[in-house]
Structures are given as structure tokens and as C-alpha cells.
């Protein structure tokens, strides 16, 4: 399915589970990066998906549609911005965080509704898809619970190479979200991984530091051994 001058729309057949993608320089630049369409979650589609740069993100009643913005938004792990009330928040630690200690329960609070939200993207067989692929060992979340241990803050994304790709994060109390996002950059410091993939670049993401960067230089900077 062709798109003019603006890239081609590649069709995946969810009987070929070997079906590749595309190049990403296929993808279309509008809507940001919209690759292909169908084929399924199963963890090796996932994996090669993410080794490329690509991500799903679709809602209930699509197909699944397949992503590779250019730019694309990035944070790198030590340079991160800690804003002064984020700071005071760091500094009063009423809670205690994890690291993928209830995997499942980060992603149906992502996949809550939201205040001004019609739905939401996380569906059920996005979340069976990220729950394989945390027994896999490819999948981390972060918890945050407050003074009474109850969650209250976490994201959860994909390791791969150099690159923890975030999928989605909330927050039930102020900042938690954000102090999830402290400390997941100081685990993945500690681990040499120097990027975290926002995907696509937002108000709220810039003012954590985020940058948008050539796509071409994301994959071959990071997801290139």
C-alpha cells in the first residue's frame, strides 16, 4: 500500500510468524511513523520489532499498527532533569520502590482509565504480549508504594542492547511516576544502558529532559551491536 511520496505501508500476515518488517525508512511521516499493520504480539515478533527501532501502539477495535518516528524522543540515563519539588519529594522518601516485583500490577494501573481519556491502548492482548515477554527476562517494571504498601507509582518498558524502550508509566499520588523514572535511570546506570526510548516526544517528557533525535542515529548508535 503505497502512500505518494511520504513512504510505503507494509502488511503483515498473522500466519507468518517469520513475516519480517519492512526498513524503517519506509515509514510513513504522517501520522509519526506508521510503518505496517497486522501480523500478531507473539514475543519474536516483539523482539525483532525492538531490535529495529519499531514499537505496536494501537486501540481496541484497530489492528495492530506498528511505529518508527523520525525524530524520535530519547532520555538519556544521566541527564535526566530532578526539578526542586521533585527533589524534596527524592528527599522525604515516605515510600519504597522495586524493580519488577508485581510486573502485572503496573501495567493494569497504566492501562486504567484516565481523567480526559476515551480508552486506553494497553488492551488485554497488549498485556498478555508484555507479561510473556517479562517471563522471557525482556520486560521490567519499577513500583513505587507508599507508607501503607500500596502501588501508587511505576512504569514498566523493554530492555534491549543499550536501550530501555518505556511503554507506559502512572502515578495514584504526586510524583510517583516521576520518582520511578529517578530510579529507573540510576538501574539502568548502573547497568550501562545509556538510553531510555520515549518514543515520541511530549510537553512532559522535554521538561524530564528528553531530546529528539535522528532515527537513523538511535538505531545505529544503540540498537546496532
Not at 505518494?4 to 501520522?31: H, Q
Request: glycine share 8%.
Amino acid at each position: 500500500m503505497h502512500n505518494g511520496n511520504m513512504g510505503t505501508l507494509t502488511w503483515l500476515d498473522p500466519s507468518d510468524p517469520d513475516g519480517d518488517f519492512p526498513p524503517v525508512d519506509y515509514a510513513l511521516r504522517e501520522p509519526d511513523g506508521l510503518l505496517a499493520v497486522g501480523g500478531d504480539l507473539a514475543p519474536e515478533r516483539l523482539l525483532r520489532a525492538y531490535r529495529r527501532g519499531i514499537f505496536p501502539w494501537y486501540e481496541k477495535g484497530q489492528p495492530i499498527l506498528w511505529w518508527s518516528p523520525d525524530p524520535r524522543a530519547l532520555i538519556y540515563t544521566d541527564q535526566l532533569k530532578i526539578s526542586r519539588s521533585l527533589r524534596k519529594t527524592l528527599r522525604n522518601k515516605v515510600y519504597t520502590v522495586s524493580f519488577d516485583k508485581d510486573f502485572m500490577a503496573v501495567v493494569e494501573a497504566c492501562a486504567a482509565p484516565r481523567a480526559g481519556a476515551r480508552g486506553t491502548w494497553i488492551t488485554r492482548e497488549m498485556m498478555h504480549a508484555y507479561a510473556q515477554l517479562h517471563e522471557l527476562g525482556y520486560a521490567h517494571s519499577v513500583e513505587v508504594w507508599n507508607g501503607e504498601g500500596k502501588l501508587v507509582g511505576g512504569l514498566y518498558g523493554v530492555l534491549l542492547e543499550r536501550v530501555y524502550s518505556g511503554e507506559s508509566m502512572f502515578s495514584r499520588e504526586r510524583d510517583m511516576s516521576k520518582v520511578a523514572l529517578v530510579y529507573l535511570a540510576e538501574w539502568l546506570k548502573a547497568r550501562q544502558i545509556p538510553v531510555i526510548d520515549c518514543q515520541l516526544p511530549n510537553p512532559h517528557l522535554m521538561s524530564l529532559g528528553a531530546v529528539t533525535v535522528a532515527r537513523h542515529e538511535f538505531l545505529t548508535r544503540y540498537l546496532k551491536s
